[in-house]
């Protein structure tokens, strides 16, 4: 199968070199930074004119393996709630990104929630706008796309440990990307205070406080089930905290600080 790009154009540029001149922008390395071998990361995935500042800060900070699970958000109702595609490619205008099939089968051993599904992935943004940063930071990547379109908590930790499980079993390094934006259409000031609160949670690796945390301070966080899912893998893996590595509204972008989103960006090693 192969999936066609449904928001280029929109969230990001179509032409190719505007495209890789505005990743190379956002991908500069800031002095006194380098980069790590990681387990995991936090990035946004709105249009690039307001988060791709924060998801470049993080992708400039990692060395990135060969193989990368996205766990995106299943934004509308359709398709399964654990959605994987286990065969075809992704093409956005940078050219086609592989899946990885032996990788996807494996996950599939080993997180029997995750249902074969095309149609939550067909027009679903999170994770599209993640791989033309991965394929001008390293373009001999393959990746395994799953949607998580439920919050349920009991079916974002299995989700987490059976990742976590094929991490710890295979012999090349592997990234897990959880894609989220953080809470949505409050003034900047309360997105600030609530955004704080969640991040506190992940940066102490805490799958259960994060769920617990956005659910009691009513945190709109939309990538709330792959940062869960995420957390709960990097725990099982012995992670014990990590790094903010970028924080904006919306607000920095446009000037609007009534109603703004949030967006952070982190790295797990």
């Given amino acids: 199968m192969l999936r066609l790009p449904a928001v280029s154009g929109q969230f990001y540029p179509a032409d190719p070199r505007e495209l890789t001149r505005l990743i190379r922008k956002f991908t500069v390395t800031q002095p006194g930074t380098g980069k790590a071998t990681v387990s995991g990361c936090l990035v946004p995935h709105a249009g690039y004119i307001y988060s791709g500042g924060i998801a470049g800060a993080v992708f400039s900070r990692i060395i990135f393996p060969r193989r990368v699970v996205v766990l995106g958000v ?7 709630d ?8 992704w093409r956005t205008p ?3 990104v592989p899946v990885d099939e032996a990788l996807a089968q494996t996950v599939k051993a080993a997180c029997p929630g995750l249902r074969e599904d095309s149609v939550a992935h067909s027009r679903e943004h999170s994770l599209e706008v993640e791989l033309p940063f991965l394929q001008v930071l390293d373009p001999d990547f393959s990746f395994v796309p799953v949607a998580v379109g439920t919050v349920r908590f009991d079916d974002l930790q299995a989700l987490g440990t059976g990742l976590a499980r094929v991490l710890k079993e295979s012999r090349e390094e592997i990234l897990i990307l959880a894609s989220s934006d953080m809470n949505h259409y409050e003034s900047d000031e309360i997105t600030r205070l ?9 940066k102490e690796v805490d799958a259960s406080g994060l769920y617990a945390v956005c659910r009691k301070e009513k945190i709109s966080m939309c990538g709330l089930g792959p940062a869960v899912t995420m957390l709960t893998a990097m725990g099982e893996l012995g992670v014990k905290s990590g790094e903010l590595v970028g924080y904006a509204t919306s607000g920095d972008v446009n000037g609007d600080r009534s109603s703004v989103v949030g967006y952070a960006g982190m790295i797990f090693a």
């Fill in 74 to 80: 299943r934004h509308s109702q359709m398709g399964e």
């Fill in 194 to 202: 609530k955004d704080a609160k969640a991040i506190k949670r992940m």
């Fill in 82 to 89: 654990l959605a994987i595609l286990s065969e075809g490619a």
């Fill in 94 to 96: 940078l050219g086609d």
